[in-house]
């Protein structure tokens, strides 16, 4: 019988190779042609490789306890977001802000933001119940 | 949150390995609770308490209702 750790290891095997998997993939989509040539072709083709990416992390992600989930949400909120900031400014400081590294990592905090917002909006509407 | 974690897994003769596996967690997971590092979840608390078929409060003590 597959014990629970053997599960978790395989789950998390899945997702590591689903990830370096999504990454070769990718990057073979964007050398298609010049950058910008193919958009509407290869941005659809990235995302797709993306969500076929999370999906293959939902089992492991299952698999894990409360502990060790809160262990990744708290790490990955005030860590990820430290790191990215941390980034941010470095390029901001060296190369100012209307510089296109600068507004490329700024443009990833927007995003990270605005998708930030829309997950909220839709946890806090999936946990409301009837008013009594 | 204090708990009687580790005096029920002894009774049984259990590592906090063996005890994980049972309950399909990690064992640091064991281990922090145990430690009272860590507040399991009102499922996690209620899996422990079937697993060692007692109530959740004589397992995880409620600090609302200690003094009583």
Known sequence: MTTYRNKLRIAAGLALAAALAGGIIGGRL???GEPGEHFWLVYPALLAVCAIAFAACIPWWRKLDDMQKAGHLVSWYWGGLAGALAVVMAFVAATGVHSDLSK??????VGQ????????AGWQAWHR???A | M???LRDLRHERGLSQAELAEAVEVSRQTIIAMEADKYDPSLPMAYRLAAFFDVAAEDLFFNPWREGR
């Open chain 1, 30 to 32: 964007v050398r298609l």
């Open chain 2, 2 to 4: 204090r708990n009687r």
């Open chain 1, 129 to 131: 119940g009837p008013l």
């Open chain 1, 113 to 120: 933001a605005v998708a930030f917002l829309l997950f909220f």
């Open chain 1, 104 to 109: 490329g990592a700024l443009f990833t905090i």
